[in-house]
């Protein structure tokens, strides 16, 4: 027993004492990895700069005021959008920290200014945000981040609101080691939301510069390791219940941040599918564009199955995952779908087929006139059938 509880004490000893030697490094060294900690001086003599929602104008959507804090209740033509007029040197405030209550995962929100030299340009990051959670995020991590800030605002997309938003605003940041790392905590914890390749990948690091949290928990466990090593010359200890312990505490680490992540895309599906039928789900999706098209051609433009659609879209491949044709491809089900990539295979059309061109295709051009697309030298007989933002559907009729 008296092993066991030594090969523990140890174990958890290089733990503690590598994860305190870590910070304390960052805190020494970090102005060497990030120069913005020489860039930033204090703005106005202030380390942060609060701004309140109630100093900021709606200028689309519906809102109130309440506690200090704006309510935002609901959305004009899908849009909520608020701004106000500021005078702020970016480089002295690198970063920014919101705190947004009842936010949806299909609800899009942007932080956005417009810079003093640029008046007619209107820059955006978007804020990952889901619940009620507070964030800081870097704004020194976008190139437009420069200059003299002019004017700021909050800007949110959806559908439609399922609760209300209470924005209490905005607070600005100087760069401190301790700003620097709750931004890079905030990052880690992060769920950028459903991707196309959620099903297969779940993404473990974060990008644009930030430290890695796989990188991080290596150098924690190098380091453990390491004084463990030295405590193992100093006193005797069988060293295998320490490395066992050590390797479980790395990889429990990193499993409690994918476990986020995939509590966060659970509750975001419940969120968003929880409840509905088929049809719902479809229309509720992100590629819900795709599947309304597709309902759009299948109920009003398409004949019975069994002609032959031949898909083309702007891409060189023929295989592999071009996301958009696939499920358009799937939607069309149970119609003959054939992908040809960018041209028509005219050595294998027949009177009677359709050819579906998803969104545009570079080249390849429809003359109304001549009833009939071409590319290059190339053209063919076609008739409109049915033109969306999504696709347009053609019928080959060459003896029209």
Not at 96 to 121: A, C, H, N, S
Not at 357 to 374: D, P, W
Request: net charge neutral.
């Amino acid at each position: 027993m008296s092993e066991w509880v030594r090969g523990t004490s140890a174990g958890l000893a290089a733990l503690l004492l590598a994860l305190v030697t870590l910070l304390v490094g960052y805190l020494c060294l970090a102005p060497v990895f990030y120069p913005q900690l020489h860039k930033a001086g204090p703005g106005n003599g202030q380390d942060q700069l609060t701004v309140n929602s109630g100093t900021f104008i709606g200028r689309t959507g519906s809102y109130s005021s309440l506690n200090g804090s704006t309510h935002i209740s609901g959305l004009t033509d899908g849009r909520a959008l608020f701004t106000r007029h500021i005078s702020l040197e970016a480089k002295a405030y690198p970063l920014l920290r919101i705190e947004l209550k009842g936010v949806m995962p299909k609800d899009k929100v942007y932080f956005i200014w417009r810079k003093t030299d640029e008046t007619r340009k209107i820059y955006s990051a978007r804020l990952q945000i889901a619940g009620d959670n507070k964030a800081t995020i870097m704004l020194d991590k976008s190139s437009h981040w420069t200059g003299n800030i002019s004017e700021i605002g909050l800007d949110i997309y959806s559908t439609q609101l399922d609760g209300t938003i209470i924005f209490s605003g905005f607070t600005f940041l100087t760069a401190t080691p301790l700003t620097i790392m709750e931004a890079t905590l905030t990052k880690w914890q992060e769920f950028p939301g459903w991707t196309h390749e959620s099903i297969n990948h779940l993404a473990g690091d974060p990008d644009n510069g930030f430290p890695s949290i796989i990188l991080s928990v290596v150098l924690w466990t190098a380091l453990a390791l390491t004084l463990l090593a030295v405590c193992r010359l100093l006193i005797i200890v069988e060293l295998s219940l320490p490395i066992l312990l050590i390797s479980f505490a790395a990889w429990f680490a990193i499993d409690i941040g994918w476990q986020n992540q995939l509590a966060k895309q659970i509750s975001d599906s419940a969120t968003v599918f929880a409840g509905l039928t088929s049809d719902e789900k479809f229309s509720a999706d992100q590629d819900s564009a795709l599947y309304k098209f597709a309902k759009t051609l299948k109920t009003q433009h398409l004949p019975s199955p069994g002609a032959r659609i031949i898909m083309l879209h702007d891409s060189d491949k023929s295989e592999g995952h071009v996301y958009p044709r696939l499920r358009l491809q799937y939607h069309l089900l149970p119609h003959n779908v054939h992908n040809f990539r960018r041209w028509p295979p005219s050595y294998h059309l027949r009177p009677g087929d359709y050819i579906l061109i998803l969104n545009k295709v570079a080249g390849l051009n429809y003359s109304t006139e001549k009833q009939s697309l071409s590319w290059g030298e190339r053209k063919i007989k076609a008739r409109v059938i049915f033109e969306s933002e999504v696709g347009s559907l053609y019928l080959h009729a060459p003896n029209e």
